[in-house]
């Protein structure tokens, strides 16, 4: 099934993203990953892993409700701030 990417708008690139490029394809990166380190880590002082990715693929890692739930919050932002 193909899933075409709503959300990251491709005008629109979050200043995290500038200059980054997605891990996997190299395209403009309009998403960051962040890893969530939990206070039980044994290693809780490590850095958070982060990765770049393009939209397609940040829709392949989260799936398509995660993709909508961002969606849908952006738009309440926007609307909230617009309306």
């Known amino acids: 099934m193909t899933v075409t ?9 979050s200043v995290c993203c500038k200059n980054e ?3 996997l394809c190299g395209q403009q990166a309009n998403a960051k990953v962040i890893e969530v380190i939990q206070p039980d ?3 809780s002082s490590r850095r958070a892993m ?8 940040f829709l392949q890692l989260m799936g398509p409700s995660a993709v909508m739930a ?12 617009e309306c």
């Open 5 to 13: 990417p709503i959300f990251c708008d491709p005008l629109w690139v």
């Open 21 to 23: 490029v997605c891990a």
């Open 41 to 43: 880590d044994p290693f």
């Open 50 to 57: 982060t990765g770049y990715l393009c939209a397609n693929h």
């Open 70 to 81: 961002v969606e849908e919050y952006r738009n309440g932002l926007l609307c909230d701030n």
